[in-house]
């Protein structure tokens, strides 16, 4: 008798891209990949946090190097994609938010919301898997989505119609890309705390609303992402595409 056995969550030979790799989800997603073995690349703007988080990862014993680059700026992306090595798995961890009443949305803030949530997730995908598809090498895309890519909530039209597209763009994806062996994927995070969630989980009202809708009673931290990561990224999720895993605590099981 031939006993299944469990495929690897190991992700070493791999190359990894990690947009937004600073801080928040996207520095949980770096570390994480470095420890299951992968190589990886920190894209962020700033060239000084790309340096302290590339040094802090070498203290650790983690392999891992940077490149300062505006996601938003598709030309530079793709010339830096064209230079490299072909990227086997992709994380869009950059994003942003801005919060309102729907009465006060204007198109400054529409704009620049999806142009990172949107569009710059969009455009990074499509250099990562031209080269894969270049190389005829199978890949791994994870869009960072959210849980308000699959509900709604007061002040976040605009965020929320960015995950929502998220979500719909992950499907078209793996639809058109399946034949080649390049899985799409999302990870939607409850509210986690970060830098980017600080202001408004300091607000009391806020906080407990939140806390109301997560049924296992706690916020997320960076650490509830970095196993699902993983898993999407490696061999262990080998027949896991188009679809969103939801790490929100219940939220969304109402």
């Keep these: 008798m031939a006993l299944p056995r469990t495929p690897s969550f190991r992700l070493d030979g791999k190359r990894a891209l990690v947009t937004g790799g600073t801080r928040g989800i996207g520095l949980g997603a770096a570390v994480a990949l470095a420890e299951a073995g992968a190589h990886v690349t920190i894209a962020a703007r700033t060239a000084s946090d790309i340096e302290t988080v590339v040094s802090e990862m070498a203290a650790a014993g983690l392999?891992?190097?940077?490149?300062?680059?505006?996601?938003?700026?598709?030309?530079?992306?793709?010339?830096?994609?064209?230079?490299?090595?072909?990227f086997d798995i992709l994380v869009n961890s950059a994003g942003t938010a801005r919060h309102s009443d729907f009465a006060d949305i204007t198109p400054a803030d529409y704009q620049a919301v999806m142009d990172v949530n949107l569009g710059a997730t969009i455009f990074v995908s499509q250099a990562i898997v031209s080269r894969l598809i270049e190389t005829g090498k199978s890949g791994s895309i994870i869009h960072i989505s959210s849980q308000m890519g699959h509900v709604g909530g007061p002040r976040r039209a605009v965020y929320a119609a960015s995950k929502h597209a998220v979500e719909g763009l992950t499907k078209a994806m793996a639809i058109e890309l399946g034949p080649n062996n390049i899985r799409v994927n999302t990870v939607c995070p409850t509210f986690v705390e970060?830098?980017?969630?600080?202001?408004?989980?300091?607000?009391?009202?806020?906080?407990?609303?939140?806390?109301?809708?997560?049924?296992?009673?706690?916020?997320?931290?960076?650490?509830?992402?970095?196993?699902?990561?993983?898993?999407?990224?490696?061999?262990?999720?080998?027949?896991?595409?188009?679809?969103?895993?939801?790490?929100?605590?219940?939220?969304?099981?109402?």
């Design 194 to 254: 970060t830098e980017l969630t600080a202001k408004n989980l300091s607000d009391p009202d806020f906080r407990s609303w939140v806390l109301s809708k997560i049924k296992l009673g706690r916020l997320g931290r960076v650490e509830d992402m970095m196993g699902p990561i993983v898993f999407l990224a490696s061999e262990a999720s080998g027949l896991v595409t188009g679809t969103s895993l939801l790490v929100d605590g219940g939220w969304t099981s109402e």
């Design 63 to 86: 392999e891992a190097e940077g490149v300062a680059l505006d996601i938003t700026d598709n030309r530079a992306v793709k010339t830096y994609v064209a230079d490299v090595e072909p």
